[in-house]
């Protein structure tokens, strides 16, 4: 099966299946490009089997094929390359083409949509991108529940921010509320309910991360230990705290406790030795005893 893919950016690329895909700036387009050069609806690919047809429905000559100038329609075939705009699109088979990885610090950020309606779709962020309901924005979705000018995106050296512009619904980083932050790859952005996955270079690769300290049953549980285990556990460091730490309350605790087993033995024998007795007075009035 053969791939339709950006030359620049591999990870913008859509298989080409039946009944043929769309390309465009519009968000509804199967392989959306950001990007002013493009129209909203540049071009359609049509897949019979093994056979892929162009069509250019923006029209004139905003689409070459090789270089060369498309007007209506063509054939396309393996390795062609179709400029749209700016952009260089080539058709591929996976199994033989492979793109070398690009360096990290040339990823480009982008959002992948989590929303059923658009999930998986990639739209790239420039420099810096406005997300609304807007035509005029650099990605636009026609939901009515987005505001015109809902969000900027911006690249500062090489970090990306979000700012929500004074929406109605809010703008939500890891399900917080912002209204300007930093938003990391990974991150879960959403705009009122549409949401993003943000896709980006990661930070400090180089770097262990630290996990925040978790409570020891998890800890436990992570290494397979069982909860009986905890307890022994519990005993043994218990036990270690009184033999090693004296004053504020470890010794003075121990000895009251002490204190407080004794009486209960006492106790204990003071209720055998009444209880004796009253066996004993109770024998001697029934004559038992003679």
């Avoid at 929406?167 to 952005?189: F, I, K, P, Q």
């Avoid at 230990?225 to 504020?248: G, R, T, W, Y």
């Avoid at 209960?264 to 009035?285: E, I, K, Q, S």
Wanted: hydrophobic fraction near 40%; include cysteine.
């Amino acid at each position: 099966m053969l791939k339709l893919c950006d030359v620049k950016d591999p990870g913008q690329s859509i298989w080409l299946v039946s009944p043929g895909v769309t390309v465009g700036r519009d968000q509804g387009c199967d392989l959306c490009i950001a990007d002013d050069s493009v129209a909203k609806l540049h071009l359609k690919i049509a897949v019979k089997g093994d056979q892929l047809a162009l069509g250019n429905v923006f029209g004139g000559a905003r689409v070459l094929i090789n270089g060369k100038p498309v007007s209506t329609s063509c054939r396309l075939k393996l390795n062609d390359q179709i400029t749209v705009g700016t952009r260089t699109l080539k058709i591929i088979d996976p199994k033989v083409t492979k793109f070398k990885a690009t360096p990290a610090k040339n990823v480009a950020w982008a959002l992948r949509a989590n929303h059923r309606a658009i999930a998986g779709k990639v739209f790239p962020v420039k420099d810096s991108a406005v997300v609304g309901r807007s035509e005029e924005c650099d990605i636009t979705f026609s939901l009515s529940h987005l505001s015109r000018r809902h969000a900027r995106m911006e690249v500062r050296e090489g970090l990306l921010f979000v700012i929500d512009l004074g929406s109605a619904n809010g703008t939500y980083v890891n399900n917080r509320r912002v209204t300007e932050s930093r938003v990391r790859r990974g991150d879960d952005l959403r705009f009122d309910t549409l949401g993003f996955s943000v896709v980006g270079p990661a930070d400090d690769v180089g770097r262990t991360a630290v996990r925040p300290a978790l409570p020891e049953l998890e800890v436990m549980k992570s290494m397979d230990i069982p909860p009986n285990e905890l307890a022994k556990e519990d005993v043994a460091q218990s036990s270690l705290m009184v033999s090693n730490h004296e004053p504020q309350g470890g010794l003075g605790e121990a000895k009251a406790q002490i204190e407080r087993n004794a009486n209960v033995r006492v106790l204990g024998l003071a209720f055998l030795l009444a209880a004796g007795a009253a066996g004993y007075y109770w024998a001697n009035t029934q004559g038992i005893l003679g």
